[in-house]
């Protein structure tokens, strides 16, 4: 019974630990350095298998966050292509204008660490240390402001205290070259395994494929780890 009861649970929180994870990023992601690629297969892909659901866009990259009294921090900035679909993916949005090119999102935990409200329009400036290259050949940030207009809460403390959102063309001209171009794959969960197969037979080698799993090793090591654990020691 013990072994049974304790096994279900860690089975409850693996469910659950997917529906976060899956609604931040997508179930499976294929990235390429050229994103003329991976625009071609944007429109390619749908038609190889009718259990692929949804494909969309994204920008993703590193970037310092500014506030107007000085105070910095790291962030993952993230472009999106849809921001209709924000409630569904993550989680719990706090938004007092809709995102655009001009206003970003953050995670609830960074907006909290940083003291930062939505409902009072605050501007912060978003910095790329490697941005252009000046007169006499050395690298200058390039440097863009922003109205934090939002939050969400996806109720995963790593995205909700690094991630930032924002519209994915204006992702691309913030980070340019070092952007980190993408494609979300959306499938039914039950069938990511399938699917995966499939696409890694059909990609162009200069595609990289990858699934939620992939996407977050070190913790689904140290869950598979803790299982064996409880599993012999139960036992």
């Not at 939002?150 to 980070?175: C, H, P, Q």
Request: charged share 25%; net charge negative; proline share 5%.
């Amino acid at each position: 019974f013990a072994l049974i009861f304790v096994l279900a649970v860690m089975e409850g929180f693996e469910s659950d630990f997917q529906k976060r994870v899956i609604g931040f990023k997508a179930p499976l992601v294929a990235t390429a350095a050229d994103p003329g690629l991976l625009n071609d297969l944007k429109k390619e892909i749908p038609g190889w298998d009718p259990r692929i659901q949804t494909i969309r866009f994204f920008v993703e990259g590193e970037a310092i966050l500014q506030k107007e009294e000085g105070e910095t921090v790291g962030v993952r900035v993230r472009g999106i292509e849809d921001s209709e679909v924000l409630a569904k993916r993550f989680g719990k949005i706090s938004e007092a204008e809709p995102l655009s090119r001009k206003n970003i999102f953050l995670g609830e935990e960074l907006a909290t660490s940083m003291r930062i409200l939505p409902d009072f329009f605050e501007k912060v400036w978003l910095i790329f240390p490697l941005g252009e290259v000046g007169p006499g050949g050395e690298l200058l940030p390039r440097v863009r402001r922003y109205t934090v207009s939002g939050t969400f809460r996806s109720g995963f403390y790593e995205f909700d205290n690094k991630y930032l959102l924002m519209n994915v063309a204006e992702a691309s001209a913030l980070l340019g070259d070092f952007s980190r171009f993408g494609l979300e794959i959306w499938v039914d969960p039950a069938r990511i395994e399938e699917v995966e197969s499939l696409l890694a037979s059909r990609l162009p080698a200069a595609v990289k494929l990858e699934s939620w799993r992939q996407q977050n090793p070190k913790l689904f090591s140290a869950m598979k780890l803790e299982r064996i654990g409880m599993v012999l020691l139960l036992s």
